[in-house]
Each structure stands twice: as structure tokens, then as C-alpha cells.
């Protein structure tokens, strides 16, 4: 599979090198960065399975190249990422991005392996689709797979439309044995199979409109083709039974942004051979800004989320409220916390967190994350697994 | 006899008042239309925060504007520097009334995310230059009072038409003889009292027509804190056009 996308790449760059070649005319731009990590996660209770480890020091690094010509109007773009944990599903690399990227007048037109995000709510990314989810990577899921494309957008009076071509699917990876967040059984990459015979070659499509006008900013879009999640079955024996289904999605995502005050929504309607699901966030973030010309700004978010799912979600977020606080000093070194706890509406489980981040000098960043699993309910599938698993996290940046 | 005395003085009064104003608001005028027509621009721009006592930090930034006839100027900031913020942008489309429109751009999680603009006063990026004192300069923003003249230069008091901006006035000297430019600004916090200094240096003319400070230095009188903004590499030849401040463009503009 690995050489599959080594060809793919290839054949990529063999394609836009023999462009690049033909519009050397005009001067191009070159622009390549660097960026280390050292990362130290401990999680603090005794673990709930055999063989987890406590301590994970680990070290990661990007690097990335860009060179732009004609103006800016055309690009070729690479970022790479690798990782070296205590747990070998963790250590990892990828290459997130790598691109050919063409502008004119009102339509853009990129080929390669590219990261998109769509949606406006901040707990919970429901309509983000195109990427898989980096799984071992973060907790929030925010860290995505570079995804095999053809994008072509175009800017109208109407708003902006955009066609994706998707030939080629990424499995999510699931933690190692020393790793903590996991389930009781291991699960690995090529437990999961696929509904498609054609399995991650499967040609799948997405369509988006967007369009931004007064107050408000709005997206509907649809995705047919293998779901980014797995769906698991567990049997009675406590085995996992699990595949990634082919989908249909249909998302819509809302802001209105009014004086201080961001409202938000997001939406999707899915469907697959086993289910129709339906789910929602919505809410919304205030902020207090320059509080008595300190600078300083506060937010403050509220969000709902509603899950139709039961067994057969991978994300636990039924019917739970989420709230946050976002503190931005606005100081030389950019001093930000961000504050969060999310509270099921049912059942005990809560979960709290902050992250906070601060530059020293020109090129280090300090960045803290702690997530607190509190009263967790027995009866969450997911979540009880993860009981024991609350986790502080130190990362030093380095950028050359 | 007493009445009539009052009513010429109240009358007198008045006039200079409403001429006052007048000449206030037509020094703006005359400002605005002096610098009509760049159609779009392109420059680098570095800022040097320095702190009470002398250390320093910079942030380097690309900026694209592009002139609109009928509204307000719509602008592309990409950070550069630091290196933990680079790619990092902004779209900002300017409104001669209302509150501006304004986009972010999160490079590291691809992210397009609408803000509030009402945040007028807080500083941009540490900087000694709150929102309000970067965005584009609008004639309808403000109410004028013209103060007085000094040779070539034109005095003008102006009130911020928002309520939620960080000043009840600034104080604008213009020259007369270069194109309406400005050459300093004073501003007063909300309590009157004078806060910054804001001074322009280094004017050349581009295109026969638009002059541009190469510096301006912003000094806070009451935190002894000083921003620099050194601009370089005006472009106003590169031909812009709204497609260059979509959404698109400002993911394009951070990568």
C-alpha cells in the first residue's frame, strides 16, 4: 500500500516538475522552513490495560518547501511530517501535503495530496470530511492525513463552488499496545476492511458552496464515498468487527457574526448500509475584548452537540454541553489558554481541558495541554475505555 | 440690547462652528481624494515592537490592498515572522459605514475563520497600534473640527464615529502642499488624555501621484513603548483584482 502511494506521489511530481518547467520564464520564489519538536505526554493514573506505559517523551519534525512562480498564481507545495514515540504506532511519518497549485481570475485549481477543512464550531468538527483524522497524532482530532485530490474552485457574485476528486482512501491508525486511549483489544490498520470492493481505490467525489454575505457565512456540502470513520461491531465475545462503509453526507455549516457575538452551527445528515444518522452543534462565542485597555481578550463559547447514534458511534458526544474560554493576552509573545469542559446531559461523564501556549524569543513556542477524564459512565462504549487516561502534555517548537 | 448682542455673539459662534466643521470635514475630503485612483498596491512591512527598556522584537508582514469605488478598501495581511505565526492571515474588507468584515486564516489546521471586528482598540500583535489605528482610513468614520494652520500644515481634530473605538479624538496634521498626506497623529484615550504619537517619515511619491511614508513610528507616552513600521517594496503595477481577496486568496496568501 505504501509503494501504491509512493507511485502516486511520483507520478505527482513527475507531473507538476515537467509543468514547472515550462513557466521557469518568470522568476520564482523559494521558500523552505523547519520545525522541531520535543514532547513530553505522562499520563498520570495507573492504566486500565496490560502493557500501557505512563511516560511518552517523543520527538517529531516538518519540514517544508514551497516555490511559488508567475506571480504567486502558481505553486508547488510539500510538507512532510515525521514522529518517534514510545508507542511504534505513534512513531509515524506522512507527507501532509504536496501540491500543485494554479490560480487565475476566479478559479483555482490544485492536484496532489492536500489538507481541507470546512465548519465553524469549536468542540466538535462535524462536517470536516475530506481528511482522514491523524488519529494517534492528538486527541482532538485536529491533526489530519494529507489526502489524495483534484480540487477545482470557483469564485462567483453566488459564492464559491468546489469540486473534489478523491481517488484514493487513507486508513486512520489506531494506538499501539503501550499506547494509552485505546480500546482493550489492539486494534491495527488492517483490521478494518472496506464495504467497496474496490477498497481504498474506491474514485469517491465531494461537492461544497460557500458563500460569505453580510453577516452571515454558509456551507453546504456532500461527500459520497467511504467514510472517513469506521463503523465497529462488538460481538459478544467483546470481539471488534469493524470496516469502513461507503457514505453519503450531507453537511451545512452556519456562522453570523454580529458585533462581538459569533453564532454557529454545523450539521450533517449521513447515510451508509447500516444507518441514517443525524447530528448537530450549535452555540456560540462572545468576546470581551481590550478588558480595561489591557489588552487582554476574553471569550467565552457554549455549544451543544447532539449525536442520533448509539452503539455505532466512534465519537461520544451524544447529547453533551460543551463550555470554553478562550484568553488571549495579546502580549509580544502571544500568550494564549484556552479552557474547556465538556459535560454529557445524561449520563456523569465529563471531560476538561486546557491548552496554552506562549513564544519565547524569535523561534520557540512553549505549548501545555491537560485533558481531565472526570466520573466517566460505565455504560460509555468509547469513553469508558479512556477513564483512566487523563494526560498532561508539554511541546518545546523549534523553527529554523 | 443685551439679547441682541447675545444673539450676533451666539450667531457668530455658530458659524465658525459649522465652518470649522466644514473645513474639517473637507481637509478629509480633500485627503481622500488626493490618494483616489492607486487602483492596488502591494509592500513588505516590518514591525519593531520595543519595549520600556530598549528590547526589541520584529514581525514581518506582506500586504496587499486593493482600492474600491464605492466602499471601503479591502486588504491581505500575511505574517511572515515570527516563525510560529508565519502563513498566518488576514482578508479585511472595509466599510464606509457599519463594521468591517474580517476573515483569519490558520495555516497549521487549514482553517478559514469569520471574526468580530468589533474589537477597535485592543493591539495589533503586541504592537503599540491598536485595530482601529491600521485599518483603512474612511472619511465617513469620523466627525472633523478644523484646529488651525501652521504654514502648509493643516490641523484637524477628528471623533471616531464608533463607539467602540479606544479614543474620543485624534488630532491629524496634514500637508497642504504634498497631496493632503499626514504627517502625525496624536491620539486621546477615552479619559482625554494623550496617549500615542504616531509619526511619518521617509514620503516618496509613486506614480507621480501617491505619496507613502516609509516610516511610521508609534510612541505611547503613558507605557514608554514604541512600535516601528518600516514599509518597503511598494508595488502599485502588480493590477489586483477583487479575485485577489477571496477566501481562496487568503488561503493562497498562508499556505
Known amino acids: ?400 | 440690547m443685551n439679547n441682541k448682542i447675545l444673539i450676533v455673539i451666539a450667531v457668530f459662534v455658530l458659524n465658525s462652528v459649522i465652518s470649522s466643521a466644514q473645513n474639517g470635514l473637507e481637509i478629509a475630503k480633500a485627503a481622500d481624494i488626493a490618494d483616489t485612483g492607486f487602483g492596488s498596491s502591494t509592500v513588505q512591512l516590518k514591525m519593531t515592537l520595543k519595549n520600556k527598556n530598549g528590547q526589541t522584537s520584529e514581525r514581518e508582514m506582506s500586504t496587499k490592498t486593493l482600492e474600491l469605488k464605492n466602499d471601503g478598501d479591502k486588504s491581505l495581511i500575511t505574517f511572515n515572522t515570527p516563525k510560529d505565526v508565519k502563513g498566518t492571515a488576514t482578508l479585511t474588507f472595509t466599510h464606509k459605514i457599519g463594521s468591517d468584515d474580517q476573515w483569519l486564516y490558520l495555516p497549521s489546521i487549514k482553517r478559514v475563520k469569520r471574526i468580530s471586528s468589533s474589537n477597535k482598540s485592543g493591539p495589533f500583535m503586541g504592537s503599540e497600534f491598536a485595530y482601529e489605528d491600521l485599518s483603512s482610513q474612511e472619511v465617513e468614520k469620523y466627525t472633523y473640527k478644523f484646529v488651525k494652520a501652521q504654514g502648509d500644515i493643516l490641523i484637524v481634530d477628528q471623533d471616531p464615529v464608533d463607539p467602540k473605538s479606544g479614543y474620543t479624538r485624534r488630532v491629524v496634521s496634514y500637508n497642504k502642499e504634498k497631496g493632503y498626506r499626514i504627517e502625525k497623529v496624536e491620539f486621546y484615550d477615552r479619559k482625554n488624555a494623550l496617549l500615542k504619537t504616531l509619526m511619518y517619515s521617509g514620503y516618496k511619491q509613486y506614480k507621480g501621484k501617491y505619496w507613502r511614508a516609509s516610516t511610521m513610528v508609534m510612541s505611547n507616552h503613558q507605557s514608554n513603548k514604541e512600535t516601528t513600521l518600516q514599509f518597503s517594496d511598494y508595488n502599485f503595477d502588480q493590477e489586483l483584482s477583487e479575485d485577489d481577496f477571496s477566501q481562496n486568496a487568503l488561503k493562497r496568501a498562508g499556505r
Open chain 1, 1 to 400: 500500500m505504501i509503494k501504491k502511494i509512493v507511485l502516486f506521489i511520483s507520478v505527482t511530481l513527475f507531473a507538476i516538475s515537467s509543468i514547472a518547467q515550462e513557466e521557469t520564464k518568470n522568476k520564482a520564489t523559494h521558500d523552505f522552513e523547519l520545525e522541531l519538536e520535543g514532547e513530553y505526554r505522562y499520563f498520570f493514573k495507573a492504566p486500565s490495560f496490560n502493557n500501557q506505559k505512563d511516560h511518552f517523551p517523543s520527538i517529531a519534525v516538518r519540514p517544508e518547501y514551497n516555490v511559488a512562480w508567475n506571480d504567486g498564481y502558481e505553486s508547488i507545495t510539500v510538507k512532510g511530517f515525521f514522529r518517534l514515540d514510545v508507542d511504534s504506532e505513534r512513531t509515524h511519518w506522512d507527507i501532509r501535503e504536496l501540491y500543485y497549485q494554479k490560480a487565475k481570475d476566479n478559479w483555482e485549481l490544485s492536484i496532489g495530496l492536500k489538507k481541507i477543512y470546512w465548519g465553524v464550531t469549536e468542540s466538535n468538527h462535524l462536517v470536516d470530511i475530506i481528511n482522514q483524522t491523524d488519529a494517534v497524532e492528538s486527541f482532538d482530532g485536529e491533526q489530519k492525513l494529507g489526502q489524495p485530490m483534484v480540487q477545482y474552485s470557483l469564485n462567483t457574485d453566488f459564492g464559491t463552488f468546489d469540486l473534489f476528486y478523491l481517488p484514493y482512501f487513507r486508513k486512520r491508525t489506531f494506538p499501539g499496545e503501550k499506547s494509552r486511549l485505546r480500546f482493550p483489544i489492539i486494534i491495527t490498520k488492517n483490521d478494518i476492511g472496506f464495504q467497496s470492493n474496490a477498497e481504498e481505490w474506491r474514485q469517491d467525489v465531494a461537492f461544497r458552496w460557500s458563500h460569505s454575505f453580510s453577516v452571515f457565512d454558509i456551507g453546504l456540502s456532500h461527500f459520497y464515498g467511504t467514510g472517513r470513520e469506521p463503523i465497529f461491531n462488538f460481538n459478544l465475545n467483546g470481539n471488534i468487527n469493524a470496516f469502513y462503509p461507503v457514505i453519503n453526507q450531507t453537511g451545512l455549516d452556519l456562522q453570523i457574526t454580529h458585533d462581538a457575538f459569533l453564532w454557529k452551527a454545523e450539521s450533517i445528515y449521513r447515510t451508509n448500509i447500516f444507518q441514517d444518522m443525524f447530528a448537530f452543534t450549535a452555540g456560540l462565542e462572545y468576546t470581551f475584548s481590550n478588558i480595561k485597555s489591557t489588552g487582554v481578550d476574553i471569550g467565552l463559547i457554549g455549544e451543544y452537540l447532539y449525536d442520533d447514534r448509539d452503539e455505532l458511534a466512534l465519537n461520544a458526544l451524544q447529547n453533551d454541553l460543551f463550555f470554553g474560554s478562550r484568553i488571549a493576552f495579546n502580549d509580544v509573545q502571544s500568550t494564549e489558554i484556552l479552557l474547556g469542559g465538556i459535560t454529557d446531559l445524561k449520563k456523569s461523564s465529563k471531560i476538561f481541558s486546557i491548552e496554552a501556549s506562549r513564544r519565547f524569543g524569535k523561534s520557540l513556542k512553549l505549548e501545555i495541554e491537560g485533558r481531565l477524564f472526570n466520573t466517566i459512565d460505565a455504560n460509555e462504549i468509547i469513553l469508558s475505555n479512556f477513564k483512566d487516561d487523563s494526560f498532561f502534555r508539554v511541546t518545546l517548537f523549534k523553527y529554523f
